[in-house]
């Protein structure tokens, strides 16, 4: 029987992964998919997330770094007519597949057994332990485990299980790389919330690599509702204010996130039940312009802690020691929703 199985090897799942074998714990981590895995992100690591990487694995080496290395902060266009807000927080520029993959080998080194391909299909709690059925490539079986952790991101099997009768509202960001020329500094991540462009909000950044450079361009809108007004209004922009000029689109893709505060900016946050516990974004945690690795990182630690400690149940300690991050997210959200107020009136008005 394992102490802890935990479902999804992103940075969440991987550092508790690391931080619970370091305590000689018998861990299982499952992907879904194939290790190194794909993950549609902007790949900004922020000072906060660096501070807790350098605490509890060390310095994120430069080989996962795309250019430019260090990005100097956001820049925030309230509307097309509008000049930008800047918010400085310097962040380093990673290709996530290679950063998350970073964190899985660690986690490995540690201990942990780590099974790619492999997706959770079932589990119930029994008298002392949690019956975790499992997917492989050519045949499933059933594994017992003490704790079983969601961290299976914003789509979570996990949570939905843990709540079936929850109601969700969903979005579909859409991303797209280019090979071109534009009149911004790469050294900086751009948000754009005018409401012809998005539902949520667009962005524009800077990343390269051995392959090459990439303009990065996406926008958001509900789910069910099309990108392309949007997406095409955005690109006119870019290529009428900043000189953009898509010589080839190279990559598009999308995803589905969820809203993750409703229309009166209260937050949806989820923990799990019992032995079952929910970090990173499978519990909702989302900063600011949904940045999520941040988060991620924190609740892993936290959770570790409950897990590790003795004296209260861990479910219980573990809403304990995440009280402070809910707090920070809810002031940094509340502060970008007083600074643009119609930010969360155009989520609204999608409600």
Known sequence: MYDVIIVGAGPAGSLLAKKLADADLKVLVVEQKKLPRHKMCSGLISSFSQRILKKEIGDIPPVICCHPKIIKGIQVYPTRTQPPQKFREKSHNVWRNIFDFWLTIKASEAGAEIWDYTEVISFSEKKDHIEVGLKGASSTQKQETRFLIG??????????KLYP?????????????????????????????????????????????HKGKYLVVGTAAEQGKTIPQYFNAFQEYLEEAFGFKGEKLLYREA???????????????????????????????????????????????????????????????????????????????????EIFPHFLSQV???G
């Open 151 to 160: 961290a299976d991101g914003g789509l979570s099997f996990v949570r939905k």
């Open 165 to 209: 009768n929850l109601q969700m509202r969903w979005f579909q960001p859409y991303q797209t790389y280019w090979k071109g020329t534009i009149d911004l500094d790469p050294e900086y991540f751009y948000s754009f919330l005018d409401p012809e462009f998005t539902e949520f909000f667009a962005w524009f950044n800077v990343k390269t690599g």
């Open 255 to 337: 995803c589905i996130a969820p809203v993750f505060f409703d229309t009166t900016s209260q937050f949806k946050y989820l923990f799990g039940k019992g032995n079952i516990l929910l970090i990173g974004e499978a519990a909702l945690l989302y900063n600011i312009f949904a940045e999520g690795i941040s988060p991620a990182l924190t609740s892993a630690v936290q959770a570790a802690d409950a897990i590790l400690q003795e004296e209260t149940p861990v479910l219980e300690k573990y809403k304990e020691n995440i009280q402070p991050l809910c707090r920070n997210l809810k002031v940094a959200w509340n502060s970008i929703f």
């Open 348 to 350: 609204k008005e999608k």
